[in-house]
DNA sequence: TGACTTTAATCATTCGTTTGATTAAAGACG
DNA sequence: CGTCTTTAATCAAACGAATGATTAAAGTCA
């Protein structure tokens, strides 16, 4: 018969509450999601590492499905708590009026902050590798990652671009540049692989994000004075 | 285990019966591993979208991770042909010599070359979406991605980029820069989706990345202006 | 004919989900 | 206060469906 004292609690440790079960199924799921992939990774793979129970799936998030649109839910409030250090704490308020320095200095943190998580933060890249493999078939964890963080963020980013440089925020140039802001950030942490191999570095950390904040704040100083410079 | 073991004969001719069931599985593997993901791709998938055989993925690359193989050297193939328009027929050649001015051209004609390619065309759709894939779990087929493309191809842009600024080649500056130049053309493709919600467009076709050439190009020329007036 | 290629059927695994039993805590009630 | 009932949570076990691989037979073509 089975019983509790074949699981002692010092493999179980404290009686976990619904909650931590559930909080460990999520932090489980974004890892595994993300390291190898929503078909490739099992049910049991997940209450492995979570020690919890397979059932414990379904019971808490109606599936495997479920649990995915959780890890999104998740992934919108870790983000938006390391975009709200620089951009505000509500990204959906109007932007603070800035002058041009102000709002490039802005930018120029906002670069930063993105480096130093995307880049070399470990557990960004359970997050950019998650949001990576929804991107290529959106399901509707996409969606609420991108009303939650995509959308919000974008649209602040394109505000502060205005103010530097007096372009219209809404227009395609200010918005296309804008991504191509954030594209060559990400990129080092999607291309991690053939970075490392190609500058013969072992790991992406502090002197390595240095540098590649280095030059993408080059970059950025650089199209801000060539757009400042000349009329579209 | 029947597996093919050398190339069908390099002589042009009518594609046997043979070639075209195994062209047909690279294909199909290449669009459903990119679109789905490997471990999310049925080999029934595969030979239903190829129109073949189950039986012939194994005979002709051993199983499916043959064939993940032989895709990877499809991309390789495919890139290289493309690249070759814009750096020359051999990447491993060493780089034509030409002044800053010529040089600076042939980074924008490598841009707009990649732009109409990654972003534009449909097919590296599934090429990018493969390559994303294996970069976040490396197999046996980044290998054959980082060796026939990332390399040689990030190596001749270096190269490029010093006779246009006069960087030194292989530093760690130019070596990042010009991954900041790929990253902000790729992201386009990996992140279509935010994109074209963000844009209002519906599809990245000519005019959308005439659009993204046009701000990607003013990115180049901003930085190089920027890069040649000083002294690193 | 004889080597190459395709086909259909079968194999052992592995998958996500469901089930019914079990536990502990909270609630109901006289 | 003590007892009975309900609820939430977890667990091991098992189910049916799917997967990748294999095999032997049939088909194809020079």
């Not at 499905?65 to 919108?76: N, P």
Request: charged share 20%.
């Amino acid at each position: 018969m089975p019983t509790r004292a074949a699981h002692p609690p010092a493999t179980q440790a404290a009686p976990s509450s619904s909650d931590q079960t559930r909080a460990a199924l999520i932090r489980a799921g974004l890892r595994l999601f993300g390291a190898k992939g929503f078909a490739g990774t099992s049910t049991r793979d997940i209450a492995g590492l979570a020690n919890a129970n397979i059932g414990s799936i379904a019971y808490h998030f109606g599936g495997k499905e479920g649990l995915r649109a959780a890890c999104a839910t998740h992934i919108v409030e870790t983000i938006r708590a390391v975009a709200a250090q620089a951009l505000g704490p509500d990204l959906t308020a109007p932007a603070p009026q800035a002058g041009p320095e102000a709002a490039a200095a802005i930018l120029k943190a906002a670069l930063e902050r993105m480096i130093n998580f995307v880049v070399a933060r470990p557990e960004a890249g359970e997050i950019v590798q998650f949001i990576v493999r929804e991107l290529s078939q959106p399901t509707a964890a996409l969606d609420i990652i991108y009303d939650g963080v995509f959308e919000p963020t974008h649209r602040r980013l394109c505000d502060i671009w205005q103010q530097a440089t007096g372009e219209p925020a809404e227009s395609d140039r200010t918005k296309l540049t804008v991504f191509t802001l954030i594209g060559q950030v990400v990129y080092f942490r999607i291309a991690r692989e053939p970075v490392l191999r190609r500058m013969g570095w072992t790991t992406i950390g502090k002197a390595e994000a240095a540098a590649v904040l280095d030059v993408a704040a080059a970059n950025l100083n650089a199209i801000l004075t060539d757009r400042k410079g000349r009329k579209p």
